[in-house]
């Protein structure tokens, strides 16, 4: 059974930055491909970026890219999310997802996501 922690958000204005973490535990690390969510009021939770077990493959969703980056530290059993130029429309809850797949594949959807942390909240000013 992995636990996932997440830090790290706040309130920030427009333009601002942000450094999300999702601490783990219970289970070896490496083993999981991982990922955050974001989820906003009345809206679906969509995929922000994802990463392989490794963090040699990435992925990063169209409305983010050029502003966000993910990357993983296995040794220290840990993954952040660091968001710059942040916009109002990326205030949301934030969650850090883990899924136990094959070496090498990046997961995207969130029904393929084993373990899922409590969330952070987001919140951008305009």
């Known amino acids: 059974q992995v636990q996932l922690v997440e830090s790290g958000g706040g309130l920030v204005q427009t333009g601002g930055s942000l450094r999300l973490s999702c601490a783990a535990s219970?289970?070896?690390?490496?083993?999981?491909?991982m990922g955050w969510f974001r989820q906003a009021p009345g809206l679906e939770r969509e995929i922000v970026a994802a990463?392989?077990?490794?963090?040699?493959?990435?992925y990063r969703a169209d409305s983010v890219k050029g502003r966000f980056t993910i990357s993983r530290d296995n040794a220290k059993n840990t993954m952040h999310l660091q968001m710059n130029s942040l916009k109002p429309e990326d205030t949301a809850v934030y969650y850090c997802?883990?899924?136990?797949?094959?070496?090498?594949?990046?997961?995207?959807?969130?029904?393929?996501?084993?373990?899922w942390g409590q969330g952070t909240q987001v919140t951008v000013s305009s």
């Open positions: 997802a883990a899924a136990n797949v094959v070496w090498g594949r990046v997961c995207k959807f969130p029904d393929e996501y084993d373990y």
């Open positions: 219970g289970g070896t690390f490496s083993n999981y491909a």
């Open positions: 990463l392989s077990r490794s963090g040699a493959t990435t």
